[in-house]
Each structure stands twice: as structure tokens, then as C-alpha cells.
């Protein structure tokens, strides 16, 4: 694990302890100051509950931390706290990854489900350990039809409208108040980057023969295999936390088009639209050659 990674989730996680206690006394001196006034205690509440949670996903990460570290070669990996031939995990054993934002973690399973291994997101070197198993693990092929449509998760649906609706609720609580402009402002610093996401950001994939659909409740974009120059796992940084997505770099497009928090891992998707680059997706006698 990365020391300065280790550092920064213990920090965040004793400061979110910190402010969850803060917010519920603050939510009860608000209920027995003003008993005519349930806005500032209800307020109190709901922050100290978001606080909690936060702080208890970054309490689980620390507890792990010690016995995270991964071993690798060319026969496969594993925990490097044990001996390999006790604990090792060979590559031609993994079926199946799957990804968790909010553990903060991917899940190496069997051809049953079963768990195998973790690879944590904080790893010193996480990115080219990624890249290795991303190139060593060979997943069944995907049956698919043409089209294939593919949505959001319904973590990134729920994870979103619940903060939309955390600053919404803020100033609905306090509009009565003479100072209620101030809480409206903090419900749309607070509410308003989730909803230009939302609206803005990719919600859906159409994948044809020879079209690539990205769609958005504002806009749709329509790629050929010849329009997309480049694919590529990546990661960005929100609140301290590792998010990975998909980049697809389009010619003649000055940014790449990002993909993040779909129905399949980042993994799968890159296959995918690797696969449908090179024309491998759809076998010949898929619906359009009928």
C-alpha cells in the first residue's frame, strides 16, 4: 500500500469522524435552542449521516490496508503477505473482474463468482498492475446482439439524485429564514455540479456493425471505426478517492470522450470497443448479415 496513500485515508477518515460527531451535537443544541424550529437539527442530521457513511467506507479501507499488497509473474498473482504456492492465483483462473468505486477495489472471481483475490485502487504502482492483469486476463467472449445497448449502473443513477436531492433538501428546509438566499446558494453549489452531469455526461452506449453511439440527454455522437484513434483505461481524483473510466480519443476532437460507471467494467468495455474497432464484435451471421 502507498504510504502517502495510507496517510491520506487515515487523516480523512479521523477528520469525517470528527465532522459527523460535530454535526450531531450541533443537531442537538438545534433542537433544544429553537423546539419551534426542526430545520437546523433535520440539517444537522442529514450531514452528520453523510459524514458517517464516508467515514465508515474509509474505516473499512484502512483495516485492509496491511495485508493488500499483490505479487506478480508470469503465473499469476497474489497476496504478498503469504507464500506463492500457497496462495497463488493463476491467470487462466480468472473469469471475471469486477470493479468497486466505492470499496475502492477490484474483484478477481472465478468461473463460479467466487472471490479470488482483490487488487485495492491505493497500491503503490496500482496503474501498472492494472495494465498487466488487463493484458494477461483472457475473459470468456461476451454474447452479444446487434445493436448492443448499454446504460448506467443503477449505483451511479441512486449515488447522484441522492446528493441532488442532499442540496435540495437544504434550502427547502430554511426557505423561510431571513437569510434563506444563503442556503439556496449552498443547495446549487452543492446540487448543481451533479445535475449538469447528469444531464450532460454519456448515459448510454449503442454499439452496431459499423456504429458507435454515445448518448447523452443533450446530445448524441455517432463514431465510425475509422473516427476512433485511441482507447485507454485512466483515472481521475474525487475526494481523495481513485475513480478509473475509459478514454476514447476521436480524430479531429481536441478532448477524448469519457466513459465511466457503466452496466459492464471498464474492462469489459474496453474489449468491446477494441473488439468492434477491428471489426470482431458481431460474428457474420448476426442480425444485419441475415
Known sequence: ?????????????????????????????????????????????????????????????????????????????????????????????????RESHIGQRFVLLDASGAELIRVEYQLEDFEHLRDIIYHRVELPRRNVTEPTVIGRTAGYHAFRLFFIAFGISIAWFVRGDEEAIYAYLIGLILAGPWVYEYVAYPAKLVISRYTFEIVSPLRKVTLSPADVSNVRVTDKFVRGTRHSFLEVAVLGREKPIKLEAFEVDNHELFRLIKAWRHGLLFQPDDANDR
Open 1 to 97: 500500500m502507498s504510504v502517502s496513500w495510507a496517510r491520506l485515508f487515515r487523516f480523512a477518515m479521523w477528520a469525517g469522524f470528527g465532522l459527523t460527531a460535530a454535526c450531531t451535537g450541533l443537531a442537538v443544541i438545534a433542537y433544544f435552542d429553537t423546539p419551534d424550529d426542526k430545520a437546523g437539527s433535520i440539517l444537522g442530521i442529514l450531514m452528520a449521516i453523510v459524514f458517517g457513511a464516508m467515514s465508515y467506507s474509509l474505516l473499512r479501507i484502512v483495516r485492509r490496508m496491511p495485508q493488500s499488497g499483490i505479487s506478480v509473474d508470469r503465473d499469476g498473482l497474489w497476496y504478498a503477505h503469504r507464500e506463492k504456492r500457497d496462495a497463488l492465483v493463476p491467470w487462466s483462473a480468472i473469469t471475471a473482474i
